[in-house]
């Protein structure tokens, strides 16, 4: 995993998607939060689309003279929505007009493409659960499988962190989300468990040349829990408070199940298909899509997607 040669996600500038109806409201409160203790630049983008419709929106001349065109009508009232969050995070309520960038279009182009041109470290997004923006159709896939930054979800209203989960599994994205974690608690103030899970199906009974066999868990578990230990002997702590776990099992049932006692999960993926669930590999597309706590998802830079 080589932790010391990799450092935490420098987050400088924080996209978080606006929904109507105040869905989204704690993923703009928690924007808000990053956004000062990272000291970090923050926009909020609104899509006016539907979800899996290509269109272009083309309001009439008279329209926008009028400001009765669309965009304007959206705009006007996001930004009284987008004000009131602002009272919430004890921010003057003016800032909603600078902050707020409405764009027609498909939602997962926009926020995929305005993710782009921004530069984003982080794109915040709310609840990936019952949600009819992001509600695992169109938008959440596209969005999920070609996002180029780290992502992050809000499924509530925003809490205090304290107690971070980072899944590890020697992988150069596993050692970003856990230097990221000890970057965050060591800001916030938290503390880290480093958690490693070693999966036993691959090691259940094959058929090899009509020959049935077992591979040996009880080797491969000494083998990866000696690694686990070496690699986390190295890792820079920054004198954050933190411990470690090594346990057998489905990693994504273990994460969400050790997920209910911490504050924010984070972990790496490294998939690469054109398939949402490989691109942002199985194990988080499984843990955001079912997370009920902040989970942050981050990519090595370098990572680049296959194309189908």
Known sequence: MK??????LNIQRILVALEAGGHSDGAVLRALELSELFDARVEVVHAVGAPGVRWELVPTPMAVASRM??????????????????????????RAEELLNVVAGQPAA???DRAKEFRADVLVLGALRKRRLLDLG????????KAPCAIWTEPQKPAPIKK????????PESALALATAVEFARRSGGRVRALQVLDPRPFAMDDWYGVGHFASLDEARRATQ?????????VNWKGV?????????????????????????????????????A??????????????????????PSREFAHA
Request: aromatic residues 4%; negative net charge.
């Open 3 to 8: 932790q010391e040669t990799i450092n935490a």
């Open 69 to 94: 065109d669309p965009i304007t009508l959206v705009r006007e009232k996001l930004v009284d929505q987008l004000g009131e969050v602002l009272v919430q995070s004890r921010r003057p309520r003016e």
């Open 110 to 112: 926009v926020l995929v």
């Open 138 to 145: 169109s938008t959440a896939r596209g969005v999920l499988a």
């Open 164 to 171: 971070i989960l980072a899944a590890v599994d020697f992988s």
């Open 226 to 234: 000696e690694e686990f230990e070496k690699e986390m002997a190295r």
């Open 241 to 277: 408070p933190h411990d470690m776990e090594f346990v057998i099992g489905t990693p994504e049932l273990q994460i969400q199940e050790q997920a209910e006692s911490h504050d924010l999960v984070l972990l790496g993926t490294h998939g690469r298909s054109a398939f949402t669930s």
């Open 279 to 300: 691109v942002l590999g199985s194990v988080a597309y499984s843990v955001l899509v079912h997370a009920a706590k902040p989970t942050l998802v981050v990519r090595v």
